[in-house]
């Protein structure tokens, strides 16, 4: 029987959610499809270290995006291409083979490009009731699960050495980019005015260089860039902080309760489906006292690590839902 050949396609240049998600997706694909990997050049976040080697990545330059990928695409000749963000989704054409095209829908929805997708991958039900009134190819709506992350096996004294944190301080921290989305401002500038005795703020991801520079003579607050071993660092918070403006699902919430952390997290369309039913502590997203009333109330009570029940983000399960869709269509 002819195995089943799928084209995954992100020309992001950085590392976040929905990179980690498709290289999960991808990884476990690999074990029973062909599967390609077509990304930026310029990407150098996304490569054999995390992809594992059953997958051919194709690498293509921001000039004539649309000509490279044409040609990679007749040259694989498809069943299946996945799109991921919309860069890759607006360009793709299924003038260029016999092939269905899927895209995951990270971001916010565009309806142009999307217009030529048999189906669209959704992350809440937000997302879903606004997609279905202008889509009218097959939805599924899906939870995502915390994807498999390589550990240096970075012990907790060793991190807390290495960042010059005191063994018995309070530990707030979060993980993901210093965008405006993501509310990392928020965190730092109410972190900063609080002041709290023997307490550490700790952040990580891409665009940190800017705030690394604002902050620079809080010793209390320790910025760092992007981390290939991110489940090494949960371990050294106490609490984990979440105060995204807007998300689509949000995956490190996820990432975050595997490890049993206690959690801060604003509400937000991309988690207000699911993460109430979860003993967690809400904010209203960009509400500052809110925020800092959560802060005070963990720094004070120092909430205990708690087991969540996490048996609707079971990777097994969701990926063979996507599968199922593939055949679908």
Not at 31 to 52: A, E, H, P, R
Not at 111 to 121: L, Q, S
Not at 286 to 305: G, S
Request: hydrophobic residues 35%; contains cysteine; aromatic residues 12%.
């Amino acid at each position: 029987m002819k195995m089943i050949k799928i084209i995954h396609i992100n020309l992001s240049r950085g590392f976040a959610g929905a990179e980690r998600h498709m290289i999960d997706l991808i990884n476990y694909q690999s074990k029973g499809y062909k599967t390609y990997l077509i990304k930026s050049k310029n990407n150098n976040f996304i490569n054999y270290s995390n992809v594992k080697n059953k997958t051919k990545i194709y690498k293509i330059s921001k000039f004539f995006k649309r000509n490279s990928l044409k040609k990679i695409i007749q040259e694989i000749n498809p069943d299946i291409i996945h799109t991921h963000l919309g860069d890759a989704s607006r360009i793709v054409s299924k003038k260029w083979g016999n092939f269905k095209l899927v895209a995951t829908c990270h971001m916010n929805y565009k309806r142009k490009h999307y217009t030529n997708h048999d189906g669209i991958i959704v992350l809440n039900k937000t997302q879903e009731n606004t997609i279905k009134k202008q889509f009218y190819n097959k939805i599924l709506r899906i939870n995502l699960w915390a994807p498999s992350i390589k550990s240096k096996g970075q012990s907790k004294i060793y991190l807390l050495n290495k960042l010059n944190i005191k063994s018995k301080s309070y530990i707030f921290g979060s993980i993901g980019r210093f965008h405006y989305q993501k509310g990392f401002d928020l965190i730092l500038k109410i972190f900063n005015k609080l002041q709290l005795k023997n307490c550490y703020l700790v952040l990580i991801g891409n665009g940190h260089t800017d705030y690394k520079k604002i902050y620079k003579n809080n010793d209390k607050i320790k910025i760092l860039g992007h981390k290939n071993n991110p489940d090494d660092y949960l371990k050294i918070f106490n609490t984990f902080v979440f105060p995204s403006r807007w998300e689509s699902f949000g995956l490190s919430l996820i990432e975050a309760m595997r490890k049993n952390l206690p959690i801060i997290t604003s509400l937000n369309e991309g988690n207000k489906d699911w993460i109430k039913k979860y003993n967690v502590t809400l904010f209203n997203s960009d509400n500052e006292n809110q925020l800092k009333k959560a802060f005070l109330k963990h720094y004070l009570k120092r909430p205990r690590k708690q087991k969540y029940n996490l048996n609707n983000f079971k990777s097994n399960i969701i990926i063979k839902k996507i599968n199922k869709f593939y055949k679908s269509i």
